[in-house]
C-alpha cells in the first residue's frame, strides 16, 4: 500500500496498562476520507495476560484501570478491527514507532501474526516541515493548527488531534494526496524493540526505521478504496473481512456513500458456515455480526453514570473515614499523655482499620468515577 491516494487515512493511538510496550489497554481510532474525519471510536481492551497489571503512573496519564477494561475485548479481537482498516488505508500516529511497536508486541504476547501495514508518523512529519520549532508535541501542535485536543492520553482525543492536524497540515501547504507529504512512504511490518513507554512531552526521537524501497503503488487519482478478494485480501481469521472486526463507529460512518464498506461485503461461499440448530428456537446470531441493540447501549450508559455516582458516594464515606483516622490520631496521643496502654493499643488498631478502609474507599471511587 502506497500513500499516493486522496486524503484517506485511519489516525491511531495506543495507551498501556504500564512500562510494558505490549500491554495495550486502549486504542483510539479516527477514520477520515477527503480530508474530513468521518467517525471516531475507543476501544478499551484487556491487556495481555502476563502484562496486564495497571501501573499507578499509567493510571494516572490515562485515567484506565483494571475495573474498566475487565469486560473489554481481548488483543486479538481489537488487533483484528485494526487490521482490517489497516490493510485498506494507512495508519497515522504521532510518534508512530510507539504505536507501532506497541501493536507488533501486543500480538507477540498474545501469540498472533502481526499484519504488515503501513504507518506514517505525524510526529516526523512535523520536525520536518517546522524545524525551528523546539517541541513538537501532540498538545504543541494541536495549539499551532487551532485543533482542540482536551485530554490528552485519552485515545480517542489524541487519535482525532492527530488526524486533524495532518488535515491542518496538507491544507497548509496545499496539497490534496498523502504522498505528497509523505513522499517515501511510511513504514511497513518494521520491527520495534520492546522497551518503556516514554511520554512524548519529553518530545524524543521515535526509533529510527528504514523504509522498504518500493511498495505496490495504488491507482492514481482515485480515493483509496481497495476491494477485498480471496486471492489479495489480508488474512485475519474465520472472520476475515467481517463488520465483526470493525468498531461499531466505523460501521455506521460514511465510509463509502455507493455501495457497502469493503469490509461487510459478502464473504465468499466457501467461508460461509452454516448455522448449527439450536432446540425449536431460533439460530443464534453470530457475535459481532451487527451492532449493539440500542438498549443494550442505554443499559452500559446506566451502568456508568451509577459508577460514577457511586463513586462520589464512596468519596464522601473515604473523607468521613479520614475524619476518623484523624481523630484517632489525637485519642492515641492523649491516651499515651496519660500512660493508658491498654487504650493506646485499641486506639492505634482502629486508627490503623480507619485508615486501611479511607485509603481502599478513596481509590475505588476514583476509578469509578473517571469511568
Known amino acids: ?10 489516525a ?5 496498562a504500564n512500562a510494558q510496550r505490549a500491554s495495550v489497554c486502549a486504542v483510539g481510532i479516527a477514520l477520515v476520507r477527503e480530508g474530513e474525519v468521518v467517525a471516531t471510536e475507543k476501544l478499551l481492551v484487556q491487556p495481555p495476560t502476563g502484562v496486564d497489571s495497571f501501573s499507578a503512573l499509567n493510571r494516572g496519564i490515562h485515567g484506565i484501570c483494571a475495573e474498566d477494561v475487565k469486560d473489554a475485548p481481548d488483543w486479538d479481537e481489537v488487533a483484528g478491527q485494526l487490521e482490517v482498516l489497516g490493510s485498506q488505508l494507512p495508519l497515522v500516529a504521532h510518534n508512530a ?15 498472533r501474526a502481526a499484519q504488515p501495514m503501513e504507518w506514517l508518523d505525524l510526529l516526523e512529519l512535523s520536525r520536518r516541515l517546522r524545524p525551528d520549532s523546539r517541541q513538537h508535541t501532540l498538545p504543541v501542535l494541536a495549539d499551532a493548527y487551532g485543533v482542540s485536543l482536551e485530554n490528552h492520553h485519552d485515545a480517542e482525543q489524541d487519535a482525532r488531534a492527530c488526524a486533524e492536524v495532518l488535515v491542518a497540515i496538507a491544507k497548509e ?3 490534496e494526496r498523502l504522498g505528497e507529504l509523505f513522499p517515501q512512504g511510511g513504514q511497513v511490518g518494521a520491527s520495534v524493540p520492546d522497551e518503556t513507554r516514554v511520554d512524548d512531552s519529553a518530545d524524543l526521537d521515535p526509533v529510527e526505521v528504514e523504509a522498504p524501497a518500493e511498495a505496490e503503488a495504488a491507482g492514481a487519482g482515485s480515493a483509496v478504496e481497495v476491494e477485498a478478494s480471496a486471492g489479495s485480501a489480508v488474512r485475519i481469521g474465520p472472520d476475515d473481512g467481517s463488520s465483526a472486526f470493525t468498531p461499531s463507529a466505523l460501521r455506521r460512518s460514511r465510509f463509502n456513500d455507493d455501495g457497502p464498506r469493503p469490509w ?15 432446540g425449536n428456537g431460533p439460530t443464534p446470531q453470530q457475535r459481532g455480526h451487527a451492532p449493539a441493540p440500542q438498549g443494550q447501549v442505554r443499559s452500559s450508559e446506566g451502568v456508568r453514570v451509577a459508577k460514577k455516582i457511586g463513586g462520589a458516594v464512596m468519596m464522601l464515606v473515604a473523607l468521613f473515614g479520614v475524619m476518623m483516622t484523624a481523630a ?9 499523655g496519660a500512660g493508658d496502654s491498654s487504650d493506646v493499643a485499641i486506639g492505634v488498631a482502629m486508627t490503623a482499620v480507619f485508615a486501611l478502609i479511607s485509603v481502599w474507599l478513596a481509590t475505588t471511587a476514583l476509578c469509578w468515577m473517571r469511568g
Open 173 to 175: 501547504q496545499g496539497v
Open 264 to 278: 461487510e461485503r459478502p464473504a465468499p461461499p466457501q467461508q460461509t458456515r452454516a448455522a448449527m440448530p439450536h
Open 12 to 16: 491511531v493511538d495506543m495507551e498501556t
Open 328 to 336: 484517632g490520631v489525637g485519642q492515641v496521643v492523649e491516651d499515651l
Open 1 to 10: 500500500m502506497r500513500t499516493t491516494g486522496s486524503l484517506d487515512f485511519v
Open 97 to 111: 514507532a510507539f504505536d507501532r511497536g506497541a501493536y507488533e508486541a501486543a500480538c507477540a504476547e498474545a501469540g
